[in-house]
């Protein structure tokens, strides 16, 4: 069975300072692995996504994620926080191409100025 | 179409009534997917679609929920008997058979069971 676990439902940074959403992911089976973004009242976007190439994904509006086999982690981050990165992020996993994705329960960024 | 089109945007409908939900993918992807956001259970999956069959429909919560696929395009859930539980938004994604398994989102329709 898969599972995503991410760690803190809200994080709160200031204008300019790194981004950290923590991920963990359970899997049996060598995973496809992804961030996912939803502004307010808008749908899902595919930040970045892991799909057993270059360990060091990056994505767009400057996040990326690191692929930690041993740590069983997929940490989202950006060097510098923008106010229009306030959103919902989703980590989510799935076991190969064409199969359901499980999302974690996502964690809420807040920028402060 | 340029993306994953979902109709209604927002649905208010009365406990016990049915509703459907209608999900245009994007042309050409085979793949079709339909999940369900809600406050208590966050993003859970729900049915998807390969073509017009559905080869993994664990994620329906109980048999007053189904859906289809016809023509290996637009894609109706269908939710009988209306609940206040069943209140959610309603994501559809749809991908290519590419082997990357890049979902893209719609916008959802909001449920809301009086």
């Known amino acids: 069975a898969q599972s995503v676990t991410q760690l803190g439902s809200h994080v709160s940074v200031s204008e300019g300072a790194l981004v950290l959403l923590r991920c963990n992911y359970s899997?049996?089976?060598?995973?496809?692995l992804f961030w996912y973004v939803q502004y307010p009242n808008q749908g899902l976007q595919l930040l970045l996504k892991?799909?057993?190439?270059?360990?060091l994904v990056k994505g767009i509006n400057g996040f990326e994620a690191e692929f930690k086999k041993s740590e069983t982690s997929f940490h989202l981050t950006k060097p510098s926080a923008h106010m229009s990165d306030a959103a919902e992020y989703f980590c989510a996993v799935s076991r190969s191409s064409a199969s359901k994705i499980i999302f974690g329960s996502g964690t809420r960024l807040s920028i402060r100025p | 179409g340029a993306g994953v089109s979902q109709s209604p945007s927002n649905k208010v409908t009365e406990k016990g009534k049915d509703v459907e939900l209608r999900c245009d993918p994007i042309s050409g992807h085979t793949a079709l997917y339909w999940y369900r956001q809600s406050l208590g259970q966050g993003l859970e999956f729900l049915i998807y679609f390969q073509g017009n069959s559905a080869p993994d429909k664990s994620g329906l919560p109980s048999d007053r929920f189904s859906a289809e696929r016809t023509g290996g395009s637009v894609s109706t859930l269908t939710i009988q008997r209306t609940q206040q539980e069943d209140s959610a938004v309603y994501l559809c994604?749809?991908?290519?058979?590419?082997?990357?398994?890049?979902?893209?989102f719609g916008a959802g329709t909001r449920l809301s069971v009086l």
């Open positions: 994604a749809s991908s290519p058979t590419s082997g990357k398994n890049i979902q893209y």
């Open positions: 892991y799909t057993s190439a270059a360990t």
């Open positions: 899997s049996s089976v060598p995973p496809y």
